[in-house]
């Protein structure tokens, strides 16, 4: 079957760095992205891990293990505007075809 | 540049009406896709288009129908609506069928009662 998890909530302050997780279990893996999502928004694109290691933009840094199935969003200096969903979307084969995971609710307090 | 927009953003139904959500993108882009968002749960594919004239069910696709008619346009049509159909729908696309990003619209809050 296909699962991806990812905990529900999570609370960081301003300023500091927070790790979101994201793991998952499906066939045909061929990548994975992490997208953004403000209240009552449009998800949007923010990083993408086909090979193992860590793909750095910005404050914004994601990391992939393939063997582990397992991959993290980092956020480094956080700001309020962080104050979003953040998901997980593992790519299935060679197609546009997204198994999304839940959604991580994160809160930046100040 | 609009990106990809959806038309309406709410509509209330009641039980057994039919309606369309519109979806267009100007970025002639090739693939085409309609997903429902629901609490605790992740983004779900209903129906995706490669191209004018293709399309293909997703994982959800019972009581929805779609057509590509055109590169821009792919609308979604719910032909019976039930409370189940309660959901948050965006359409997304992508440049090429292989790969990329998605773009997601705004979205559309259907209620159905």
């Known amino acids: 079957g296909q699962n991806i998890d990812q905990p529900t909530e999570m609370t960081a302050t301003e300023g500091a760095i927070v790790q979101i997780n994201c793991t998952y279990q499906?066939?045909?893996?061929?990548?994975l992205f992490w997208y953004q999502q403000h209240a009552g928004e449009a998800p949007t694109f923010l990083s993408y891990?086909?090979?193992?290691g860590l793909e750095e933009k910005g404050r914004f840094s994601s990391f992939l293990s393939r063997s582990k199935g397992y991959s993290y969003l980092l956020l480094k200096e956080l700001q309020m505007k962080d104050s979003a969903s953040y998901l997980c979307?593992?790519?299935?084969?060679?197609?546009?075809?997204?198994?999304f995971g839940p959604g991580t609710r994160l809160s930046v307090l100040p | 540049n609009a990106g990809v927009t959806q038309t309406p953003k709410f509509q209330v139904l009641k039980t057994g009406q039919s309606m369309t959500l519109q979806c267009a993108q100007d970025?002639?882009?090739?693939?085409m896709s309609w997903y429902r968002q629901d609490p605790g749960m992740g983004l779900r594919l209903i129906h995706y288009s490669v191209g004018a004239g293709i399309t293909d069910q997703g994982e959800v696709p019972n009581g929805y129908n779609v057509s590509r008619s055109t590169t821009e346009d792919f609308p979604l049509r719910l032909l019976s609506a039930a409370p189940s159909q309660t959901s948050v729908y965006f359409c997304?696309?992508?440049?090429?069928?292989?790969?990329?990003?998605?773009?997601f619209g705004e979205g559309s809050r259907l209620t159905v009662l």
């Open positions: 499906t066939s045909g893996f061929n990548g």
């Open positions: 979307a593992v790519k299935r084969g060679y197609g546009q075809n997204f198994v």
């Open positions: 891990n086909v090979l193992d």
């Open positions: 997304a696309s992508s440049y090429s069928r292989y790969t990329g990003e998605l773009f």
């Open positions: 970025m002639n882009h090739e693939y």
